[in-house]
């Protein structure tokens, strides 16, 4: 399994962004996927699940409304598209496999990207 | 909304057992995983459903719950167990991590 995100950078506030990750090693729409992200010197927090199909999504109240997120089973792509970016969502971004198969929620994340950083500043 | 509460930090001797716990309202309820996070690297799953392990993850490693909290331990613990730990359960659809507990090995 591999997981690999880009799309970080430094954008203004107010501004947007799509940060994606490229899936390999596992079939890809069987399994729900996520988004994690963990701002500096911070813990974890979720952001996002999609199932397997992209019929169902989830989202943290922080971020409900202004983050949206997809996945493109025939190119074993997942996406993040972030709108109205504040400065409080300056962090490094995970992608993360579920393990419960093709449901969006439940279960534990069995395998993590390395991240990509996101730095929201003027 | 929900919180899993888990101390900030742990500080255990090489070779003795070093205990993370996570804590939450009808955790009993919940399935919980833990996952270790060292310095500039990404987390690793090392348990999950609770009790669980996945392949490739030491023996050393063990997860418990007794009602609304769930433990880690790590059975002679190594220098290279010296990691932040998280704990996680979802709450209907909200996954919720805990703060992360900074286990120290000296």
């Given amino acids: ?122 | 909304s929900y919180d899993l509460t888990q101390a900030p930090s742990v500080s255990v001797s090489p070779g003795q057992t070093a205990s993370i716990t996570c804590s939450g309202d009808k955790l009993e309820n919940k399935f919980a995983s833990w996952y270790q996070q060292k310095p500039g690297q990404s987390p690793v799953l090392v348990i999950y459903h609770d009790i669980r392990r996945p392949s490739g993850i030491p023996e050393r490693f063990s997860g418990s719950k007794s009602g609304n909290t769930a433990t880690l331990t790590i059975s002679g613990t190594q220098a290279m167990d010296e990691a932040a730990y998280y704990c996680q359960a979802w709450d209907i659809s909200t996954a919720v991590f805990g703060g992360g507990t900074k286990l120290t090995v000296l």
């Fill in chain 1, 1 to 122: 399994v591999q997981l690999v995100e880009s799309g970080g950078g430094l954008v203004q506030p107010g501004g947007s962004l799509r940060l994606s990750c490229a899936a390999s090693g596992f079939t890809f729409s069987a399994y729900g996927m996520n988004w994690v992200r963990q701002a500096p010197g911070k813990g974890l927090e979720w952001l996002s699940s999609i199932s397997g199909s992209g019929d169902d999504t989830y989202y943290a109240d922080s971020v409900k409304g202004r983050f949206t997120i997809s996945r493109d089973n025939s190119n074993n792509a997942l996406y993040l598209h972030m709108n109205s970016l504040r400065a409080d969502d300056t962090a490094v971004y995970y992608c993360a496999k579920g393990a419960l198969g093709p449901a969006a929620r439940g279960g534990a994340f069995d395998f993590w990207g390395q991240g990509t950083t996101v730095t929201v500043s003027s």
